[in-house]
């Protein structure tokens, strides 16, 4: 029997528009087994950001129900202890994560020292690495390269911290076809040597029906039935 990694019940996600809340999210009624790979597909515009947002612990503005590896979330209070690190986001704009006044090696290597981890320069050129970006990026700020490149750091920053949860918004969309199968692999081999449990957006239905074991299909803020 595997445990729910997410669990959502009748959740609604609104934003702030004007001086109102605006729901964009209907009642997502879902559950992600650990370990799994889940797909959301959909127009633009349908939600799928918003949604893992709210997963990612970023907007507060959401009802209903969500538990996400094991701990019941409420609105409005922030993740912490190691929610904090088990739940990573690979935002839909990379620069979303990456501090645009810090070279790549300050940004990455900051969580890493709050955790106290061991050897962070190594780790990070190793991430690097993995996504075949040269080392010497490291010293690099973010603006200083290309789109692909900058998705490229936002993975290795978000695997650095060993995530469980892992949210993937449209991750390898400025890649060409070679890096983009380098890094879908690279996270199939993750997924496949940890319990690690993975829900990527992604309008190429390829990249969907190459990484993911179901796949859901999200119109106008709902979730279609017939999950498969
Ligand atoms: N920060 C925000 N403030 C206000 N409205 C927002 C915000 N982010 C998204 N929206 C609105 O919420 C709705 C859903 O947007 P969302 O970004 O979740 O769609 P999406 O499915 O990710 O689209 P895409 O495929 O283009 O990335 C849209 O109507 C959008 O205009
Ligand atoms: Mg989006």
Redesign the pocket.
Known sequence: MSLAAVRLTHLEVAHRQGGRLETVVHDINLTINTGECFGLVGPSGCG??SLLWVLAGLNAHWRGGMSLLGHQIAPGHPFTGPLRREVQMVF?DPYSSLHPKHKLLRTLAEPLKLLKEADITDKIIDGFRQVGLDSAMIDRYPHQLSGGQRQRVAIVRALLLRPKLLLL??PTSALDMSVQAEILNLLNDLKARSDLTLVL?SHDRDVIDHMCDRAAVMDQGRIQPNVG
């Open positions: 799928k950001s839909q918004d449209e957006v």
